[in-house]
């Protein structure tokens, strides 16, 4: 499984950005997808995933900064996955990646970068003001 994360840019605070990730190589439904971020000088950070309920759905988790202003969504038909950012600030400026999963990970896992299997290579977000 390769993961293509794509959409980072230069934007003024205010702005928005749409980032998307492109899942290729698996046949199967990913148990979850998720983006997490590292600026420069500290580490990599969970930011959102959406996480396979057990059930027909997924639902979505967030970072406690970004709630409100950030929305991950998926389309399990063409294996992709979307952060669209809004009111973006500053201190969001980082390298985001896009990770994966094959089955759902407990609510508290989700945050570690550890349980995910596959990575994208990151796309660079700068925020200016």
């Known amino acids: 499984v390769q993961l293509q994360a794509s959409g980072g840019g230069l934007v003024q605070v205010g702005g928005s950005l749409r980032l998307s990730c492109v899942v290729s190589?698996?046949?199967?439904?990913?148990?979850?997808m998720a983006w997490f971020r590292q600026a420069p000088g500290k580490e990599r950070e969970f930011v959102a995933a959406?996480?396979?309920?057990?059930?027909?759905?997924?639902?979505?988790y967030y970072e406690d900064s970004v709630k409100g202003r950030f929305t991950i969504s998926r389309d399990n038909a063409k294996n992709t996955a979307s952060l669209l950012m809004n009111s973006l600030k500053e201190e969001d400026t980082a390298v985001y990646y896009c990770?994966?999963?094959?089955?759902?990970?407990?609510?508290?896992?989700?945050?570690?970068?550890?349980?995910?299997?596959?990575w994208g290579q990151g796309t660079q977000v700068t925020v200016s003001s």
């Open positions: 990770a994966a999963a094959p089955r759902r990970i407990n609510v508290g896992g989700l945050y570690s970068s550890n349980r995910y299997h596959w």
């Open positions: 959406s996480n396979w309920n057990g059930g027909g759905s997924f639902i979505g």
């Open positions: 190589g698996g046949t199967f439904t990913l148990g979850v």
